[in-house]
């Protein structure tokens, strides 16, 4: 489950207390939980912050740094926290017009990002050339409406990895 964490809940105090709390009283691993964080969550450099985030990380919480690429991407924000995860913003997406520069630079990425042990996310999947183009890069993880228009919890499914015909897009039912 990823959870989205802004700026201004990192300041609370009572963050890491209530965490544990939440993972406590409804029995949730926490390798289960993933914390969405923005880069502009990450641009209070401050050791507050980082020491923060080291202790989800420290719970056994994973971090993603969401929306890469978009204005205040930085290489030192995967050198100086404990990220697992990197969501490539949708703005990075290939375009109509096949732009050669933009497929090389989101490349250039996910291999540099694969290369550093960090799981990929690819955020914007609105096409079947947007799904072929992150199978052939390997990329663990999409998210678009290509797949799904976002659903009430009442609505979702469980679906297992490896759901996704390389073809087809199809999503089956797990058990």
Known sequence: MAINLSPIQL??????PHIKYCLSEYGISAETIEFELTETALLDNSEKNKQKITEISRLGCKIALDDFGTGFSSLSHLHSFPIDTVK????LMPTI???DFSNRLICGLVVMLHYL??????????????LTFCQSLNIERLQGYYLSKPLPASEVEVFKAGDFLSDECVLKKSD
Do not use: C
């Open 117 to 130: 042990k960090l799981n990929v996310v690819a955020e914007g999947l609105e096409t079947q050339e947007h």
């Open 11 to 16: 300041l609370d105090e009572q963050l890491i």
């Open 97 to 99: 017009d096949g732009n």
């Open 88 to 91: 490539i913003d949708k703005s």
